[in-house]
């Protein structure tokens, strides 16, 4: 029985480890919530980075507006009514302060 021993302790290691990977799955990005700024970010702030920089990005509700301003000085094609709709969506669904306030309010 003594051999089996360090097989166990590998594959107890194995699912601590495969449980850590969860874990950490779960800290990045849920799923985006639907809506047309997300559209808009699939459709146009993909092609210079990954559109997954965008919804890992950490910006207050104050910084959103500052950094679409900046990605469309940079190239980005947004409409004036599209730079609405996305920073609607950035502030309402990705700014940390607002996601802070909800976790603190229970
Ligand atoms: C024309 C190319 C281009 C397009 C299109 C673009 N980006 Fe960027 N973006 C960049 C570059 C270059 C950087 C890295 C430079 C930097 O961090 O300042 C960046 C960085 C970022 C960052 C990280 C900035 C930080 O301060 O951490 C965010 C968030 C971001 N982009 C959001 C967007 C969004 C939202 C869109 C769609 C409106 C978009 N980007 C479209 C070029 C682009």
Request: glycine share 16%; charged share 0%; net charge neutral.
């Given at each position: 029985m003594k051999r089996i021993d360090p097989l166990v302790r590998l594959l107890g290691f194995a699912g601590a480890a495969l449980l850590g990977a969860v874990a950490l799955a779960a800290q990045q990005p849920a799923t985006p919530t639907p809506g047309p700024g997300l559209d808009l970010i699939n459709e146009r702030?993909?092609?210079?980075?990954?559109t997954n920089q965008v919804f890992a990005a950490h910006k207050t509700a104050a910084e959103w507006p500052a950094v679409v301003q900046s990605m469309i000085d940079r190239g980005a094609e947004l409409s004036p009514e599209e730079q609405k709709v996305m920073n609607d969506y950035l502030v309402a669904t990705l700014a940390t302060d607002k996601k802070a306030a909800g976790a603190a309010g229970h």
């Open positions: 702030c993909g092609y210079c980075h990954t």
